[in-house]
T-cell receptor, first 115, second 116 residues
């Protein structure tokens, strides 16, 4: 079955350490997204990519970086510059613009905790 | 820019009672509308969507929603809830003719708590 796989499910980061969250999809979707979720704050967009080798900052990109070298993969790096990284991170994908529309498909999330 | 308001942050309801979760969006341009459900420590799952056609949309798990263009609303309803419906529900909107891509704008979420 097609879907989005996020790994790991739980991740612990030490102060000053960079960590990378994995997101892989086999839906042949062009667009991919990263969201951060904190209690009571809904979903906030970190980065998104509509096509390979191209990505744009979302609303809260500071302290994060991404790459989109393959259509299937959109890893997110949480850098040491992100002062409050403890949160639930969600990856999503969708078909590209001009191809009709069906909304997003979400992964099951990664819970990142600073220790 | 488009924005989405979910009018209730939490909705408590007894089992087998009806429920309505309210959603309003800001722009009256042509839109796509979605409701997602999130169970604890899981990703979001699509409940239903409105793309065009009939304004009453039926989704999974017995939920339905009605698109009201004049009131820019897309309220979610279920005639009889179960304990298993306890979750957080997100309304989302996308403008049909975005300049770049099909980004969704999400509401802040409504936590539905079903009590026995």
């Amino acid at each position: 079955d097609g879907g989005i796989t996020q790994s790991p499910k739980y991740l612990f980061r030490k102060e000053g350490q960079n960590v990378t969250l994995s997101c892989e999809q086999n839906l042949n979707h062009d667009a991919m997204y990263w969201y951060r979720q904190d209690p009571g704050q809904g979903l906030r967009l970190i980065y998104y990519s509509q096509i390979v080798n191209d990505f744009q900052k979302g609303d809260i990109a500071e302290g994060y970086s991404v790459s989109r070298e393959k259509k299937e993969s959109f890893p997110l790096t949480v850098t040491s510059a992100q002062k409050n990284p403890t949160a639930f991170y969600l990856c999503a994908s969708s078909i590209g613009p001009g191809q009709g529309y069906g909304g997003y498909t979400f992964g099951s999330g990664t819970r990142l905790t600073v220790v | 820019a488009q924005s989405v308001t979910q009018l209730d942050s939490q909705v408590p309801v007894f089992e087998e009672a009806p429920v309505e979760l309210r959603c309003n969006y800001s722009s009256s341009v042509s839109v796509y509308l979605f409701w997602y459900v999130q169970y604890p420590n899981q990703g979001l799952q699509l409940l239903l969507k409105y793309l065009s056609g009939s304004t009453l949309v039926k989704g999974i798990n017995g939920f339905e929603a009605e698109f009201n263009k004049s009131q820019t609303s897309f309220h979610l309803r279920k005639p009889s809830v179960h304990i298993s419906d306890t979750a957080e529900y997100f309304c989302a909107v996308s403008d049909q003719f975005q300049e770049y891509g099909n980004k969704l704008v999400f509401g802040a979420g409504t936590i539905l708590r079903v009590k026995s």
